[in-house]
């Protein structure tokens, strides 16, 4: 697939509120559990006003694969990390390696965990059930023609 | 059983010992969970509380989570806190959100009781099963949000979740709270101030194990479909406004206090609105662990002190703003910020400086009395120095408000006793009394004082249900019914703000069996809901409550209202009486307010029958 048709879960922080329901529902969809500190996506919150939940981008070229020293990690076709838990060994080179900070260790067993979209129901389960829209799955062009709309909005509205 | 993490912990403070205890099923199916285990907790650790002093060693302070703490439940990730009140010497209690709850849920415990004293300024690390409790004369004097932060610097990892008291608490105001996540509070009875009588700064908790849930699959269905539903116009006016979106529809019905309730509207109600608050003050909407609705609204001073933050709700809004003729945003802003860092109840203070205002004005509190304050209605300056002062005890002012209006109004007498807003010696919450009787009635007959959270019975007045004028025997059975309902809202532990989404109490028995997999029926659910009152409710006859407590301050019978819009307002003491009376027929309670044996042996009370029943 072509990079550019790849979709992502983007996050609007004017519309996140911290709610964690990504995270709970992600536990879930992942492990089967509810244990928001198993999510593989996180909410981040930086006091007092900002708030914004970050996961895997499925970055051309990821730097994540490239610091793996087992070749343990793989990017697929649709832009999803792959991880083969037989030769990943927790070392965490990739979390250091990740801009980001959403490719993570396990908090039991020390392998690396990062979001795989939800592969096994088509789409990802936390835009789902964000309560504010504040998860978008869409193509990085699509997020930046809705935030030129946004930031042309509350231009005009300004004036 | 799941939902629950079957466990909880036992801290003796004076020894520095822990023991373990387990949550059986008998516990969780007649009790479900946060008041139903506080008040079942504090009944039995404090066999006679008329005994105890609440700021002693021998007080107990008790946290409790539900079965629903730590999943997925629509907004149900509260913690409660129990202890005998210091500000009223009953049955003390409060709930906070957050995502403290989840993470001590995750962290494998229910709850937490604490005994005894430290020696020395501590705080209670709970990392999973690593419990240590460390030294905090470090964190001594610090602020509330200054204290979360030094914590999680000093334990290494922001993900440890911090409820921590404030100056206040160290100093024992009575009005001093439990703050966590900066702006969620525990916020009534002076929990805060039993806190800091036990040399206790803070409980910070990681927790990295998984909640069991029975249906999870079940679960997870049941709750898109609530989430969705917490969309609708159940919930609108606290997703968009917050709760400040009353503002407006209690000084149309003439129920918004100002002036230390000397009136029900004000005449710069626009200015303080929650329209107003959305387009000028707030900065960010944020919601509690789990919670679809997200009503707190976050706010930030624009001329004066700028900069300030704080979270503005309804009732701090209205009773450090109108009920101290405060017509400003900004000053409410930083009012509400001096009181959630240094830790006291936004709506206690509020109502206290209300008093202490129109003490000023008539005379009774002189110049010198206020430490120089120019403590006139309207002035924001002298309402911040005020709320500094109380929540440091300092000079003469700060040392008579920290003690809370019923005492305060002892000590300064003078017939100020006659318009100390409370009841039960909790202040009032910003609910005018004359021109909604039935939120009166509610009020007043609540197990921890003058409480708009335990029957909710406000909204058959404000919806026009019934004459809210007026008081009649019927309007018992609308407190009954609600109180019932809320303790059981209040023990799952729920968000109140989610009632209007469930389309039966079978909905709520439902949610509780997909969490813990127990059958659960909506009528097995209500009964544990009448039981936990009712023992709650005991607690507080063996403090010494009886009928004569059950009444709402003189200002409710002797002064007409003059606005307009309900002139002349007042509830009628025979009125009162019955509508007294015909709620105790409801709850099966005796002319003077005591449970009948009869009554505590049908709920499976019969300790309680025993100690403290009556015949008839």
Not at chain 2, 237 to 255: D, E, F, M, Q, S
């Amino acid at each position: 697939m072509e990079s550019r048709l790849r979709k992502v879960i983007v996050c609007d922080p004017d519309k996140c509120n911290g709610c964690r329901i990504c995270e709970y529902v992600c536990s879930y969809v992942s492990e089967g559990v509810m244990n928001i500190k198993k999510s593989r996506i996180r909410v981040v919150r930086i006091e007092p006003f900002l708030n914004i939940a970050v996961t895997c981008r499925k970055c051309e070229d990821p730097v994540c694969v490239k610091a793996c020293p087992r070749d343990a990690l793989k990017q697929k076709p649709n832009g999803i990390i792959a991880i083969d838990e037989n030769k990943c060994n927790g070392c965490g080179w990739c979390v250091e390696a990740c801009p980001f900070g959403v490719i993570r260790l396990h908090l039991g067993r020390r392998k690396v965990i990062v979001c795989d979209y939800c592969e096994k129901y088509g789409s990802p389960k936390c835009v789902e059930y964000c309560p504010k829209e504040a998860l978008k799955y869409v193509t990085v062009d699509q997020a930046g023609r809705e935030l030129s709309k946004k930031a042309v909005k509350i231009l005009l509205e300004e004036r | 059983m799941k939902g629950y993490a079957g466990r909880y912990l036992t801290i003796d403070l004076t020894r520095g010992k822990t023991v373990i205890d387990r949550v059986d099923e008998y516990m969780a199916i007649n009790y479900i969970g946060g008041y139903g285990f506080g008040a079942r907790a504090l009944y039995d650790m404090l066999p006679n509380p008329a005994q105890i002093d609440p700021l002693s060693p021998e007080n107990v302070l008790i946290w409790w989570t539900g079965p629903l703490a730590g999943t997925i439940s629509t907004a149900g990730n509260k913690y409660s806190v129990f202890a005998k009140s210091p500000l009223t010497g009953i049955f003390g209690f409060g709930i906070s959100s957050g995502l403290f709850a989840s993470e001590l849920k995750s962290a494998g415990w229910d709850g937490i009781v604490f005994t005894g004293r430290s020696e020395k300024p501590s705080y209670l690390m709970i990392d999973d099963d690593n419990i240590e409790l460390r030294d905090a004369s470090h964190l001594w004097g610090r602020t509330t949000w200054e204290t979360e932060e030094m914590i999680k610097e000093e334990l290494g990892d922001e993900s440890f979740v911090v409820a921590s008291i404030g100056p206040a608490g160290e100093r024992m105001v009575k009005l001093a709270n439990i703050t966590n996540e900066r702006n969620r509070q525990v916020g009534r009875c002076g929990l805060g101030a039993v806190m800091g009588s036990k040399n206790l700064k803070a409980v910070a908790v990681r927790g990295t194990k998984d909640v069991e849930v029975a249906d999870i699959e079940s679960l997870l269905k049941f709750i898109a479909d609530l989430n969705e539903r917490c969309q609708g116009p159940a919930t609108e006016k606290y997703r968009i406004y917050g709760t400040p979106a009353n503002v407006l529809v209690h000084n149309k019905l003439g129920c918004l206090p100002s002036y230390n309730f000397q009136r029900g509207t004000f005449e710069y109600a626009e200015e303080v609105s929650g329209e107003m608050m959305l387009k000028t003050h707030v900065k960010k909407i944020i919601a509690c662990a789990g919670c679809p609705i997200a009503c707190d609204h976050v706010n930030q001073a624009r001329e004066a002190y700028a900069g300030s933050t704080s979270s503005v709700d309804y009732e701090s809004l209205a009773l450090l703003g109108p009920n101290c003729g405060i017509r400003s945003l900004d000053f409410i802003t930083k009012a509400v910020e001096i009181c959630d860092t240094l830790g006291v109840d936004t709506i206690s203070a509020g109502n206290v400086v209300g008093w202490a205002m129109e003490c000023y004005e008539k005379g009774i509190l002189s110049r010198d009395e206020t430490d120089g304050i120019d403590l006139r209605f309207g002035n924001g300056e002298a309402l911040l120095d005020a709320l500094r002062r109380l929540c440091l005890r300092e000079g003469r002012l700060g040392s008579l408000l920290a003690e809370g209006v019923r005492r305060a109004s002892q000590i300064v007498g003078k017939g100020s006793e006659k318009f100390a807003m409370h009841c039960k010696g909790l202040e009032w919450a910003a609910y005018e009394l004359r021109s909604l009787q039935t939120s009166t009635l509610g009020f007043a007959v609540s197990n921890r004082g003058a409480d708009y959270l335990r029957s909710g019975s406000y909204q058959v007045d404000v919806k026009g249900q019934v004459d809210r004028l007026r008081l009649d025997r019927s309007r018992g059975k609308i407190v009954y019914d609600g109180e019932n309902l809320y303790a059981i809202i209040d023990s799952l532990i729920i968000c109140k703000f989610t009632r209007g989404i469930f389309k039966s109490v079978d909905e709520l028995a439902k949610l509780y069996t997909l969490v813990t997999g127990l059958s659960m029926t909506g009528e097995q659910i209500i009964k544990a809901g009448e039981r936990i009152h009712n023992l709650a409710r005991c607690f507080n006859i063996k403090c010494g409550i009886s009928r004569k407590d059950d009444y709402p301050p003189p200002r409710a019978f002797e002064d007409p209202l003059p606005d307009d819009v309900v002139k002349g307002a007042v509830i009628k003491r025979e009125e009162y009486d019955e509508a007294l009376d015909g709620y105790y027929e409801c709850r099966g309670w005796n002319k003077d307010g005591i449970p009948t044996k009869r009554k505590l042996l049908e709920l499976g009370l019969n300790k309680e029958a025993e100690e403290v029943g009556v015949e008839a």
